[in-house]
């Protein structure tokens, strides 16, 4: 082969090679951190729920436990224990996150006003535990045993993710601000039914799925304007359902909101793609509706990233 050949070939070979591997990053998968699953849910096994995820396309899973199961208020006499969904506690989300270490995350979580709350979720938080949830109990959520949550989370610098439902769990989401305010280093995470009602303006508490265009000026809205430190988890059938009743308000809400809002699946099925799976919807959501790649980005990945330092 002539010296000018060789070079062309090898030219060619090499923009061929470079190509190649363009096409292969361009082809793979992007990552998405999902901070909201549970182990146990609804009796679904580890393996259904790891197949689950990798389904989904989530690359980077938080494992959210209950707390322990006691009979006292604020688990509504044990009717709510396992979360309300037969979700498992603290030490099944440390060892499965503990043997999937490259796809796994875990929190810390108690039922707030048992008299070791705080001592046993920080030893889960000395073990590596990324945030303090889901708390998801009968409480008001400025009382002295959630301030006491609150406060360890400031010493531990980790997000606490609150289930808000009207009458059911964490009372007194219009006094939330009092909290936001006397604890500005805690990263909260709203969630849930009353959570994101509340980007209406006109929203009725009672109503867990409202529909119809949204009137801007919800408490929710104005909390994540307002407050640095208030975040919100885009999880669930309470997230989807917020994201799909008037998608010219989700559109600016999204852009508004881009550096504030987290993905979260919260699903309890066992496939990992739409239409079954909630999860995977609000992630198509999320695609189509976001007003730039970077947006999405942000929302699926990049936001979690950052707040939970992963």
């Known amino acids: 082969m002539q010296r000018r050949d060789f070079l062309s070939a090898t030219t060619s070979g090499i923009l061929g090679l470079a190509i190649d591997r ?5 082809e793979a998968p992007e990552s998405i951190i999902d901070i909201h699953q549970h182990v146990g849910y609804q009796s679904r096994t580890d393996a259904a729920l790891i197949a689950h995820q990798r ?60 008299p070791d709350a705080t001592a046993e979720i920080a030893r889960y938080l000395r073990q590596g535990a990324v945030i303090i949830a889901e708390q998801k109990f009968g409480a008001e959520c400025d009382s002295a045993d959630m301030q006491r949550i609150y406060a360890l989370a400031a010493e531990n610098r980790v997000p606490v993710l609150m289930h808000w439902q009207f009458e059911r769990f964490n009372y007194g989401f219009e006094r939330f601000y009092t909290m936001l305010e006397k604890f500005p280093r805690v990263n909260f995470i709203g969630h849930a039914q009353t959570w994101w009602g509340n980007i209406d303006k006109n929203h009725d508490q009672k109503v867990m799925y409202p529909k119809g265009p949204v009137t801007p000026g919800g408490l929710t809205d104005r909390y994540l304007s307002d407050y640095g430190n208030i975040y919100g988890d885009l999880s669930a059938q309470s997230g989807q359902n917020a994201l799909t009743r008037d998608e010219d308000f989700t559109r600016d809400f999204l852009a508004r909101h881009q550096s504030k809002l987290l993905f979260g699946s919260d ?22 509706l976001a007003p730039s790649k970077a947006v999405e980005r942000r929302l699926l990945h990049d936001n979690a990233k950052r707040l939970l330092a992963l």
């Open 22 to 26: 363009r096409i292969g990053a361009e």
């Open 55 to 114: 389904a989904m396309g989530a690359t980077m899973t938080v494992l959210l436990p209950a707390g322990r199961p006691v009979v006292r208020p604020s688990t509504h006499e044990g009717a709510a224990n396992g979360l309300e969904a037969k979700c498992l506690g603290n030490d099944a989300c440390f060892r499965l996150a503990r043997a999937n270490k490259r796809s796994f995350r875990f929190g810390a979580n108690e039922v707030p006003d048992l």
């Open 267 to 288: 699903c309890t099925d066992a496939i990992g793609a739409a239409p079954g799976c909630i999860g995977a919807q609000t992630i198509a959501v999320v695609r189509r």
